[in-house]
């Protein structure tokens, strides 16, 4: 699977649009970007993936870059829930959907 | 949310003790999954489960096994405890798929 790099941590005012970038410069066709997030003492909760084509759904938008080397996860209106720690996670087919954390990027919303 | 439960919450045993815990599911999901959590390394897969009797390690799976004799119920032990293994332990399960929905963990304390 490919290695990922991030920001280790990140602000953000309340109300404003929290972009968090996730650098993985290795990864192959066939490879998704997943993101997932950890909010203090809580279990991670999966947010977004995609291959290649930007997506959205009802948490947060996913921007691949045209040659996949690099994502941007966009929460459009963070509140102060949305701290977290914010994963990127690369993924094949044939990985027994093992996934692997790293360190991730810690997200503060600021009042 | 997932109906995925963890027991029990917080546990204080003491080295050597045998240790054992349960996650259980209510989802039908085929794959479960045992993860551990500790500061400065994130999370790190220690069993995981494909079908009822069928199980593999993860990266940290040393001073520990895994059953499932049932869909519902995850078995993790932790045959005679030490220090090095008071953790945060997760239980995560998904129908086959990097989706992964995450219990709300179980605080373990090894003196």
């Known amino acids: 699977d490919a290695k990922t790099t991030q920001p280790p941590s990140m602000d953000c005012a309340e109300g404003r649009a929290a972009n968090l970038p996730c650098n993985h410069s290795?990864?192959?066709?066939?490879?998704?970007v997943y993101w997932y997030r950890q909010i203090h003492s809580q279990g991670p909760q999966y947010i977004i993936h995609?291959?290649?084509n930007n997506e959205t759904n009802e948490m947060a938008s996913l921007i691949i870059t045209e040659d996949r080397k690099s994502s941007t996860l966009i929460l459009p209106h963070a509140t102060l829930r949305d701290t977290a720690v914010y994963y990127c996670?690369?993924?094949?087919?044939?990985?027994?959907?093992?996934?692997?954390f790293g360190k991730g990027t810690l997200l503060t919303v600021n009042p | 949310d997932a109906g995925i439960t963890q027991s029990p919450r917080h546990k204080v045993t003491e080295t050597g003790t045998p240790v054992t815990l349960r996650c259980h599911q209510t989802?039908?999901?085929?794959?479960m999954y045992w993860y551990r959590q500790d500061p400065g390394h994130g999370l790190r897969l220690i069993h995981y489960?494909?079908?009822?009797?069928?199980?593999d390690k993860g990266e940290v799976s040393d001073g520990y096994s895994v059953s499932r004799s049932k869909t519902e119920d995850f078995l993790l032990t932790l045959e005679s405890a030490t220090s090095s293994q008071t953790s945060v332990y997760f239980c995560?399960?998904?129908?086959?798929?990097?989706?992964?929905?995450f219990g709300p963990g179980t605080r373990l304390t090894v003196l």
């Open positions: 995609g291959l290649k």
């Open positions: 995560a399960i998904s129908a086959g798929t990097n989706e992964q929905f």
């Open positions: 996670i690369v993924l094949g087919g044939g990985s027994n959907y093992k996934l692997t």
């Open positions: 489960s494909y079908g009822v009797k069928d199980t």
């Open positions: 290795t990864i192959s066709g066939n490879e998704y």
């Open positions: 989802e039908n999901h085929r794959y």
